[in-house]
């Protein structure tokens, strides 16, 4: 019979989280969003930026509370 100790090993990390470019605003006010991808292996790292193909307006993005916040909002007073 065969004795097998199972040791637990780290194959790999990983993360994604969203990512923008303040710096690059369309005139029209709205920025492309990106995921940001990164994986990670003994000796092994890859990071990456994915186009999703969406853009949202820079005055709806709140990133001290990393949300995005809804297009159609309206302000009420009250």
């Known amino acids: 019979m065969f004795n097998h100790v199972h040791t637990p090993e780290l194959m790999f990390k990983f993360s994604t989280k969203l990512h923008v470019w303040k710096n690059r605003v369309k005139k029209n006010g709205n920025i492309s969003i990106y995921l940001f991808v990164y994986i990670s292996a003994p000796g092994n790292i890859q990071r990456d930026f994915y186009p999703l193909n969406i853009e949202w307006p820079l005055n709806h993005i709140d990133f001290a509370q990393n949300i995005l916040r809804d297009q159609?909002?309206?302000?009420?007073a009250g």
């Open 72 to 76: 159609l909002q309206r302000n009420v």
